[in-house]
């Protein structure tokens, strides 16, 4: 199984902040990932696939970017209904796999 | 705009089955096209698990970690798919959701909002 390993595994921040959250693979997995949100309580939302595109009805201070076996999604500038967690997603090869999650706190 | 809904009990015994099911609105299954369905659990605290998906073509894909105990079944004429956990124990108590993925990019969008199956006598 493709292991995803997600730093940090929280921060706090502050509304304004650039965020950027890394994902590592334990394989090259090219371009497969994708990125969700995930407020308490609430089910995933898609935010970004296949590393780097934006799902539709996305702000677009939300980004992904990387290649290979480094990932990272930025929020340029955090809002306060971006205080979630924020998990990656390997879609090279099944078993799909998620990473921990980063938490990002007030 | 397409939802999905999971049912089914909120507690089961240990060593039972876990039996859920998930109804798709706004939207037909077997017109799915480029989509796929599929299950994903969390237990508390913890990460996303994927446990397993179907086409409308009816093949099925499974995690190994589970897929002794698992069975993902499609009933295109109730708009539904389903989700069977045999002998279950407390370790599969979880959030289950149920999500429809993108053939070429394997992306939820979108998801259930998530029912709670606890494991206990």
């Known amino acids: 199984d493709i292991q995803m390993t997600q730093s940090p595994s929280s921060l706090s921040a502050s509304v304004g902040d650039r965020v950027t959250i890394t994902c590592r693979a334990s394989?090259?997995?090219?371009?497969?990932v994708n990125w969700y949100q995930q407020r308490p309580g609430k089910a995933p939302k898609l935010l970004i696939y296949?590393?780097?595109s934006l799902q539709s009805g996305v702000p677009s201070r939300f980004s992904g970017s990387g290649s290979g076996t480094d990932f990272t999604l930025t929020i340029s500038t955090l809002q306060p209904e971006d205080f979630a967690t924020y998990s990656c997603?390997?879609?090279?090869?099944?078993?799909?796999?998620f990473g921990g999650g980063t938490k990002v706190e007030i | 705009q397409v939802q999905l809904q999971e049912s089914g009990p909120g507690l089961v015994k240990p060593s039972q089955t876990l039996s859920l099911t998930c109804t798709v609105s706004?939207?037909?299954?077997?017109?799915?096209?480029?989509?796929?369905w599929s299950w994903i659990r969390q237990p508390a605290g913890k990460g996303l698990e994927w446990i397993g998906r179907?086409?409308?073509?009816?093949?099925?894909d499974y995690n190994p970690s589970l897929k002794s105990r698992v069975t993902i079944s499609l009933d295109m004429s109730k708009n539904q798919f389903s989700l069977k956990v045999s002998s279950v124990t407390a370790a599969d108590t979880a959030v289950y959701y149920c999500?429809?993925?993108?053939?070429?990019?394997?992306?939820?969008?979108?998801w259930g909002q998530g029912t709670l199956v606890t494991v206990s006598s």
């Open positions: 999500a429809r993925a993108h053939f070429t990019s394997d992306r939820f969008d979108p």
């Open positions: 706004g939207g037909s299954i077997s017109r799915s096209g480029t989509y796929y």
């Open positions: 179907i086409y409308t073509s009816g093949n099925i």
């Open positions: 394989q090259s997995i090219i371009n497969y």
């Open positions: 296949s590393a780097s």
């Open positions: 997603q390997q879609s090279y090869s099944t078993p799909l796999t």
